[in-house]
């Protein structure tokens, strides 16, 4: 299981008087045994299956200042928001299997 906290980005008019703030959250990237278990048998020697989480994503317009700590949600693009995907992942090339999938 890795736990990564995502960078928060400002990006700054030409003006400088409003700023489009990006917030990537939090990631989690862990092993997912449950779709290891629902593979076929054939596939299950080829995938690794992992879980990406994520949450408190969000993406606003702030002023000349960025508060991160700002909850107001007036000008926001993005509403704090989450998500959740299963992939497999190869672990060798497959002539007939695609490298890399989301689970269904």
């Known amino acids: 299981r890795l736990i990564l906290n995502a960078p928060k980005i400002s990006i700054p008019s030409k ?5 489009l703030a990006l917030d990537f959250g939090t ?3 862990e092993t997912d045994r449950e779709g290891l278990a629902e ?3 054939r596939e299950m020697g080829l995938y ?5 989480s994520g949450s408190q994503v969000s993406a606003r317009f702030m002023g000349s200042t960025v508060d991160w700590e700002s909850s107001s ?5 993005l509403e704090e ?7 497999h992942i190869a672990r060798y090339a497959d ?3 695609p490298a890399m ?3 269904p």
């Not at 690794?48 to 990406?52: M, V």
């Not at 928001?81 to 992939?87: H, K, R, T």
């Open 15 to 19: 003006a400088g008087d409003v700023h």
């Open 27 to 29: 990631f989690i990237i």
């Open 39 to 41: 593979l076929p048998p």
């Open 48 to 52: 690794e299956c992992i879980r990406i």
């Open 73 to 77: 949600s007036q000008d926001s693009l």
């Open 81 to 87: 928001c989450s998500l959740n995907m299963p992939l």
């Open 95 to 97: 002539a007939e299997l």
């Open 101 to 103: 999938r989301a689970a």
